[in-house]
């Protein structure tokens, strides 16, 4: 008889494991002044901003109202973050809520400039009314003495300069006005001549932040604020949906 053999224990082939991609910083995070389109842009420039400024020159087009822009944008921007609605008519005030912003925070404001665009049923459309208000926006806050702005700001910046006569025309002929012409919704294009100079606050910052002369801002309650009740500055407590929280100021 011959000594039967153990047979080998099998073990698992050695799985390597697939290295993980560095975590990317912000498009255009170098830059103190951004500009992206529509709620995924926003989504790649508004982590670390300081104010968010949503630019949507025409309500009704398309499938997301204005509300519903804001809403988004506000969900994805940080908790200590300014998030207005603003055109051009109100650039000017913008920029000098981002100074009031700087001074609070003793140190620079990241600003986020959201062209809303549109969204339609095949995709996403942009909208010149919006990219020539937000570079006015961008020209604003240029004037006020904030100009380290990516190229996508200055772009639309040269833009809204260049064609600043223009711009009345290219509101009504855009598409955006064309598609609330078909559809009978000729009062937001009658609204849109005659905006207001002051812009809207969306949403105040959620949390209070402490600063350091580092320019970093430590936010405890991270991005994502539209979830849950958070603790405004003021004290007051603010609950999920932003959209009653609009106001002139």
């Known amino acids: 008889m011959t000594a039967s053999r153990t047979a080998p224990q099998q073990t698992a082939p050695h799985q390597k494991q697939e290295p993980q991609p560095p975590r990317r910083k912000p498009h255009q995070s170098k830059y103190q002044v951004r500009l992206d389109q529509g709620v995924a842009g926003a989504a790649r420039v508004v982590s670390g901003a300081h104010v968010v400024v949503v630019v949507d020159v025409l309500d009704g087009h398309g499938l997301l109202s204005t509300a519903d822009v804001l809403d988004a944008v506000a969900a994805v921007s940080d908790a200590g973050a300014l998030v207005l609605h603003a055109t051009a008519a109100s650039s000017a005030d913008v920029a ?32 010149v009314e919006d990219v020539l208000a937000a570079g006015a926006v961008v020209d604003a806050l240029a004037a006020s003495g904030i100009d380290f702005s990516s190229p996508e700001a200055a772009v639309a910046c040269a833009a809204a300069v260049s064609l600043r006569g223009a711009q009345s025309h290219l509101l009504t002929a855009s598409s955006s006005a064309a598609e609330l012409a078909a559809t009978g919704r000729e009062e937001a294009l009658v609204a849109a001549r005659t905006p207001a100079a002051v812009a809207t606050v969306h949403r105040v910052p959620l949390v209070a ?39 002139p100021a």
């Open 96 to 127: 000098r809520r981002v100074l009031d912003r700087q001074a609070e925070r003793g140190d620079r404001a990241v600003v986020a400039v959201v062209a809303a665009g549109a969204l339609d049923d095949d995709g996403f459309r942009s909208a």
């Open 209 to 247: 932040e402490a600063t350091g002369r580092d320019g970093g801002a430590h936010a405890g309650a991270g991005p994502h604020a539209a979830a849950g009740d958070a603790l405004r500055l003021d004290g007051s407590r603010a609950h999920g949906s932003h959209g009653e929280q609009s106001e």
